[in-house]
């Protein structure tokens, strides 16, 4: 990512202008070594740098003992150590924990921690709110207000593996997982999302492996076709449809990017992915909308010549939604038909309800920059937009 390395020596601003610092929680290992050798110091000290950020988290430049002294004084005038504020923390009967953190733009969004036996999964937010408008997705009705910086993101791995890592010294709790599911489209903040995970995959940073760290997105195809170019992470793709005429309702973005060149930019990803992993293909089940058997045989038409497993998430309900959750045993059988014609297809379990941290129920407080927020209250409160 070498395009995002600025060569620039570090040096004070000479104006009044307000300078924004060097976010370097969100420095990957190849930034921090262009940033040491254009300041005449060692590139082998990148090491040391990120093990003080994502191994030891400092917050104070003092405390990089191994680092010159004059050079831990020019960070601490140039750049900044700055990590998501917690405004809330919410925990659920099962477990699950969910945090409220407050971006730089001064909106707040969420983060998700999900025990599962030994697995410890974080769904980390990319955006405050969403330009997308799914519609079943309770973020998008929040309308969008901005991007997370890399810094942001990652510091969102940083704050629940401190937290953990003090609760848990027996190192039993830690985040082991990572799916880039919580708030926002991730292919729409990549210049922020791949250094984010390229330093989660780092062992320098949180050491997560290429498997476990998921980039989830509801189909931006030339997103996916940097992809290509750039990473090895695991990919899922929010389907929830099986045909065209449906996905428009549900995904909008579809009638920019329909299925076809969708499983076709997904192909080439595929190949990034080596043997043995494949594609995760993600379907909200909403009831006697796309729960249908005839939608399950049409998926298994579709999806004949695409590796991939295939997630099926029971719709989460949310205020003013329209739309149902499922019974069980039509989940099941729609589960079951797939089953049958050998896709490995999984029933998420919904995790934190009681809390709002289920898939598509996380809001946050989004001071919406579209009008989008506004309209769905009015709908909502019965009011015709
Ligand atoms: N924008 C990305 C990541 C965020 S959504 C994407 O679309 O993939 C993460 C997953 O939760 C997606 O599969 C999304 O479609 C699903 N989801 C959203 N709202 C949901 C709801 N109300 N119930 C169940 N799943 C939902």
Not at 35 to 64: C, S, T
Not at 119 to 127: D, E, H, I, K, M
Not at 152 to 164: D, K
């Amino acid at each position: 990512m070498s395009e995002l390395v600025s060569p620039a020596p570090l040096q004070a601003a000479d104006s009044d202008e307000p300078v924004s610092k060097l976010d370097l929680l969100g420095f990957t290992r190849t930034q921090f070594e262009a940033l040491l050798e254009a300041n005449g110091e060692q590139r082998w000290r990148a090491p040391q740098i990120m093990k003080w950020l994502h191994h030891r988290y400092v917050d104070d430049f003092e405390a990089m003992t191994d680092i010159s002294k004059a050079f831990r004084l020019k960070l601490a005038e140039v750049a900044e150590i700055h990590e998501p504020e917690i405004i809330s923390e919410h925990k659920s009967i099962d477990g699950t924990r969910k945090w409220l953190m407050k971006a730089r733009s001064g909106s707040a969004f969420e983060t998700v921690f999900i025990p599962e036996g030994p697995r410890g999964t974080l769904c980390v937010s990319s955006q405050v709110g969403c330009v997308l408008d799914c519609s079943f997705c309770s973020t998008g009705k929040q309308g969008f207000n901005s991007n997370l910086s890399a810094g942001e993101i990652v510091g969102q791995v940083r704050i629940a593996q401190r937290i953990l890592s003090t609760e848990y010294p027996d190192r039993r709790r830690a985040v082991t997982n990572v799916v880039m599911m919580g708030m926002g489209e991730p292919l729409l903040n990549l210049d922020n999302v791949l250094p984010a995970v390229e330093i989660m995959m780092d062992d320098l940073g949180y050491g997560i492996s290429k498997r476990k760290v998921t980039i989830s997105t509801a189909g931006v195809v030339p997103g996916i076709e940097r992809l290509c170019e750039t990473t090895d992470a695991s990919l899922a793709i929010s389907l929830h449809a099986p045909n065209d005429e449906l996905r428009n309702q549900l995904v909008p973005l579809n009638r920019k990017y329909p299925i076809a060149e969708l499983l076709a930019v997904c192909r080439k990803y595929a190949k990034n992915l080596g043997d043995k992993r494949t594609v995760t293909v993600e379907y909200t089940l909403i009831d006697g909308i796309n729960d249908h058997l005839e939608h399950a045989d049409q998926l298994i038409v579709l999806l004949r010549d695409f590796p991939c497993k295939i997630n099926l998430i029971p719709f989460n309900p949310f205020p003013g939604s329209g739309y149902k959750t499922p019974k069980p045993q039509r989940v099941r059988a729609f589960q079951e038909k797939l089953v049958a014609a050998e896709y490995a297809t999984m029933v998420r379990t919904t995790r934190g309800q009681d809390i709002q941290a289920a898939c598509g129920q996380l809001v946050g407080e989004v001071a919406d920059k579209t009008r989008r927020q506004e309209k769905y209250q009015r709908i909502a409160a019965g009011v015709v937009a």
